[in-house]
Structures are given as structure tokens and as C-alpha cells.
Nanobody, 118 residues
Framework: QVQLVESGGGLVQAGDSLRLSCTAS????????LGWFRQAPGKEREFVAD????????RYADSVKGRFTISGDNAKNSVYLQMNSLEPEDTAVYYC???????????WGQGTQVTVSS
């Protein structure tokens, strides 16, 4: 089992920046990939970004490329999401997720709210 705890959400204005953090505990040695997802009101949860834990290869959704940066710190078992140039459309609950094999994301945090006002 892997437990995930997110932090760093809040209320900001359009154009501002926020940095989300996610710390993993439990069987952290088994982590294969860590990612960020988000769910806006009335919408399905969507992929934002993820990072391979072994080689730091990253992927991003087209909607956040150039604005968001995902990074990781093995020593702290933590993954971060630096969000710049935030837009009202980025308003959502952001979830950290982990997978321990190439299949699906099995472990999820409780989520942190990000609200961007115009």
C-alpha cells in the first residue's frame, strides 16, 4: 500500500502561481510513477501530469504544457506540481496518484482545492 497526502492548494487570481506538494508513505520503494489529476465541478477527472520515478521522464496534458512543471524528490518521497500563469479554467480539486506497475493508478490522495479567480 502507498499513502498519499497533498498540500498547497488555495485561492489565487488569474496569472498567479501555486505549488502543490504530495508526500508518499508506506511501500514507497514500489512506486513506478507518480501523477497529478484534477476534477472540476461537473466534469470527469482528467490527467494533468506525471513522472516516472526511476528516470524522471515527464508527461503533460496539452492544456497545461508550458505552464505547469512536475518534479520529484526521491529522498523526501515527494512529488510537486509548480503551476504558473494560472487560469480560471484550472479551478479544480487536484489529486496526487501513484502506480506501482505499468497498469493503472491504484493509489490516490484526498485532493486539494485550487481556485483561480478572474
Amino acid at each position: 500500500q502507498v499513502q498519499l497526502v497533498e498540500s498547497g492548494g488555495g485561492l489565487v487570481q488569474a496569472g498567479d502561481s501555486l505549488r502543490l506538494s504530495c508526500t508518499a508513505s508506506g511501500r514507497t520503494f514500489s512506486i513506478y510513477r507518480l501523477g497529478w489529476f484534477r476534477q472540476a465541478p461537473g466534469k470527469e477527472r482528467e490527467f494533468v501530469a506525471d513522472i516516472w520515478w526511476s528516470n524522471r521522464i515527464t508527461r503533460y496534458a496539452d492544456s497545461v504544457k508550458g505552464r505547469f512543471t512536475i518534479s520529484g524528490d526521491n529522498a523526501k518521497n515527494s512529488v510537486y506540481l509548480q503551476m504558473n500563469s494560472l487560469e480560471p479554467e484550472d479551478t479544480a480539486v487536484y489529486y496526487c496518484a501513484a502506480k506501482t506497475d505499468p497498469s493503472e493508478y491504484r493509489y490516490w490522495g484526498q485532493g486539494t482545492q485550487v481556485t483561480v479567480s478572474s
